[in-house]
């Protein structure tokens, strides 16, 4: 469904990303995990074009995506979160999720009016009853499902996930665990994630990154057999 090949971004004299070829089947939740500074963050960007890469190749079902911006990727069918919130804190949760709807781009923009979908959006990621509720207003574990459902609501294909985690505590990982398990029946999932036990749960495949470059990639059943996965954290994960 999606392949980056060779993919390789340079910022000044730092190399970030080098050789990185990731291929991400439909039907399936991958995942990309490593270290602080290994270029996770980076590589989502260039494959969902936030930058362009210096060298390599980005398809999405066969067509050419290479470089392609942001808004022209994101009318193709992927969606992305972010690792560092991006919602309209002062906009209501059902206001969010509208701007993010197609309705609303074929409206110029206009709020006039109800959108197809727009409160199930908000149910499906268990925010039903919070639809007039500033974004700001919200708690934080309320605020990273409401950006998964500003996801969701572009109606995408393929859906890239940043962290999704972060900053929550174990009650709201697992709800965010649950979440993703019900989206994964139906859409194609990227993600990546630093709690490796929350990944290992999910995911059928991931790819190791470390230092720019994939290391290691498989099942989470064929990772835990890994010699470099073994000397690290991650072979503690039963």
Not at 85 to 103: K, T
Not at 167 to 177: C, D, K, N, S, Y
Not at 183 to 191: A, E, N, Q, Y
Request: charged share 25%; proline share 4%; hydrophobic share 45%.
């Amino acid at each position: 469904m999606f392949e980056a090949s060779r993919l390789h971004k340079r910022f000044g004299q730092h190399v970030v990303l080098e050789d990185v070829s990731l291929r991400f089947e439909a039907g399936r939740l991958s995942g990309i995990m490593g270290p602080n500074g290994a270029g996770k963050t980076t590589c989502f960007n260039l494959l969902t074009g936030r930058y362009a890469p210096d060298r390599g190749k980005v398809t999405f079902e066969g067509r050419d995506i290479t470089g392609l911006p942001p808004r022209t990727i994101a009318r193709l069918g992927i969606s992305r979160s972010f690792q560092v919130m991006n919602l309209f804190d002062d906009y209501s949760a059902l206001d969010n999720v509208r701007v993010a709807m197609p309705e609303m781009r074929a409206r110029g923009f206009s709020m006039l009016g109800a959108f197809r979908g727009e409160t199930d959006v908000l149910a499906r990621v268990g925010l039903a009853g919070k639809e007039n509720v500033k974004a700001r207003s919200l708690s934080y574990g309320d605020r990273r499902a409401l950006e998964i459902g500003v996801a969701l609501a572009a109606r995408p294909r393929l859906l890239f996930l940043d962290e999704p985690t972060a900053g929550l505590g174990t009650e709201a990982t697992a709800r965010i665990a649950r979440l993703i398990a019900e989206l994964k029946r139906s859409i194609t999932i990227v993600m990546i994630e630093h709690d490796m036990k929350f990944l290992f749960g999910l995911a059928d495949h991931i790819y190791v990154m470390h230092w720019g470059q994939v290391i290691a990639q498989g099942s989470p059943a064929m990772l835990r057999a890994n010699p470099w996965v073994q000397r690290s954290n991650l072979g503690q994960l039963g």
